[in-house]
T-cell receptor, first 114, second 114 residues
């Protein structure tokens, strides 16, 4: 257990559905991240939030919409996804202070888009 | 960001010491070297981090030569449960308020046999 939880752990959705992934940490961290890991590809950084503000968006399609209502919670809203969006979606958090780049990852949500 | 190069895969046996070397020829002065471990369908887990010379913790050692253009992760007396993908990352811990996302390569798939 890393202290970062993600729900749901598995999700199957159709291309017309709207769903949300949730990430939660109570480690006192103030930076949170979404990563995508497709089969046989390196982890790809999607979004970075620092102090609840989005500081990085790595050219992610608009069908992925992040939300960070407070420093402990991070959401990824999904709508009109494509089958190629099927992947493991990982949330991570970090203390956000200089001198420490250890990120704590959640277990991930395995997403399948039909 | 400094690019890293690692072997794609390695094999070893239980009880052996395993050394995984990572090349990072363009490492910058402020860059630290960090290693993560990832099991299938799980998020990566921080193993060790260092700047120069040698760092040791309860699970691994990290050797960094004086020129810092490479680093070696050493896993003592591996077991079957050490079968995983190991990622070497290089980055500046002091930039961006410490909230920078991580850039993962393809990692080294370590397979431990009985």
């Amino acid at each position: 257990e890393t202290g970062v939880t993600q729900t749901p752990r598995h999700l199957v959705m159709g291309m017309t559905n709207k769903k949300s992934l949730k990430c939660e940490q109570h480690l006192g961290h103030n930076a949170m991240y979404w990563y995508k890991q497709s089969a046989k590809k390196p982890l790809e950084l999607m979004f970075v939030y620092s102090l609840e503000e989005r500081v990085e968006n790595n050219s992610v399609p608009s069908r992925f919409s992040p939300e960070c209502p407070n420093s402990s919670h991070l959401f990824l809203h999904l709508h009109t996804l494509q089958p190629e969006d099927s992947a493991l979606y990982l949330c991570a958090s970090r203390s956000g202070t200089s001198g420490n780049n250890e990120q704590f990852f959640g277990p991930g949500t395995r997403l399948t888009v039909l | 960001l400094a690019k890293t190069t690692q072997p794609i895969s390695m094999d070893s046996y239980e009880g052996q010491e395993v050394n995984i070397t990572c090349s990072h020829n363009n490492i910058a002065t402020n860059d630290y070297i960090t290693w993560y471990q990832q099991f299938p369908s799980q998020g990566p887990r921080f193993i060790i981090q260092g700047y120069k010379t040698k760092v040791t913790n309860e699970v691994a050692s990290l050797f960094i030569p004086a020129d810092r253009k490479s680093s070696t992760l050493s896993l003592p007396r591996v077991s079957l449960s050490d079968t995983a993908v190991y990622y070497c990352l290089v980055g500046d811990m002091y930039s961006g308020g410490g909230a920078d996302g991580l850039t993962f390569g393809k990692g080294t798939h370590l397979i431990i046999q009985p």
